[in-house]
Antibody, heavy 118, light 112 residues
Framework: EVHLVESGGAVVQPGGSLRLSCATS????????MHWVRQRPGKGLEGVSI????????GYADSVKGRFTISRDNSNNSLHLQMTGLRAEDTALYFC???????????WGRGTLVTVSS | DVVLTQSPLSLPVTLGQSASISCTSS???????????LNWLHQRPGQSPRRLIY???KPDSGVPDRFSGSWSGTGFTLTISRVEAEDVGVYYC?????????FGQGTKVEIK
């Protein structure tokens, strides 16, 4: 069974930095693209970033480009999101998600909450 | 980024009646492999999203057959043929053709 467990969420001041992690199990991590998706309080889903299986090809939403960096450790089955220059509008529940071969997301974690506030 | 626009954003429905949600895209979602990676997800309050439909019209395992997805010249549609109480929540379309994947704004389905 696929398990995705996010960690690292916290309350941080505007301009601060945070690193999210996602521990995975139940599938061959190195064979799947991975995503970070966020959901602001009471709002919809927003794709934040995606990383290819090889770790070198990455995509970012315009809203986080230049501030967030996605990475993965295939030897440790883990996904990360380094967030810098945090803003109030980055406050959200951040989900780790597993890609599926058919241009989709099939599995989701439960999310980790990031709050940007002074 | 690709913009997906859903309508309506709120959908009160009567139990047993049908409901339809529309999703239009700012760009073609036909991939270089000829497939169209448009998905439908369902999220209940306090839960993570769950995929219902992938590649426009293919249902996930365990999804009731009252859920169906389609495409016409004007966009994509999710149809719930006989709404049940467990169908309440927010429905999202999501495209996986262009990186990063993007989502519609969500349609909140509630029982009248």
């Amino acid at each position: 069974e696929v398990h995705l467990v996010e960690s690292g969420g916290a309350v941080v001041q505007p301009g601060g930095s945070l690193r999210l992690s996602c521990a995975t199990s139940g599938f061959i991590f190195g064979k799947y693209n991975m995503h970070w998706v966020r959901q602001r309080p009471g709002k919809g889903l927003e794709g934040v970033s995606i990383i290819h299986v090889d770790g070198t090809t990455r995509g970012y939403a315009d809203s986080v480009k230049g501030r967030f960096t996605i990475s993965r450790d295939n030897s440790n089955n883990s996904l990360h999101l380094q967030m810098t220059g945090l803003r109030a509008e980055d406050t959200a529940l951040y989900f780790c998600a597993k890609d599926s071969p058919n241009g989709s997301i099939e599995h989701w974690g439960r999310g980790t909450l990031v709050t940007v506030s002074s | 980024d690709v913009v997906l626009t859903q309508s309506p954003l709120s959908l009160p429905v009567t139990l047993g009646q049908s409901a339809s949600i529309s999703c239009t895209s700012s760009r073609s979602l036909v991939s270089s492999d000829g497939k169209t990676y448009l998905n439908w997800l369902h999220q209940r309050p306090g839960q993570s999203p769950r995929r219902l439909i992938y590649e426009v019209s293919k249902p996930d395992s365990g999804v009731p057959d009252r859920f169906s997805g389609s495409w016409s010249g004007t966009g994509f549609t999710l149809t719930i043929s006989r709404v049940e109480a467990e169908d309440v929540g927010v429905y999202y379309c999501m495209q996986g053709t262009h990186w990063p994947y993007t989502f519609g704004q969500g349609t909140k389905v509630e029982i009248k």
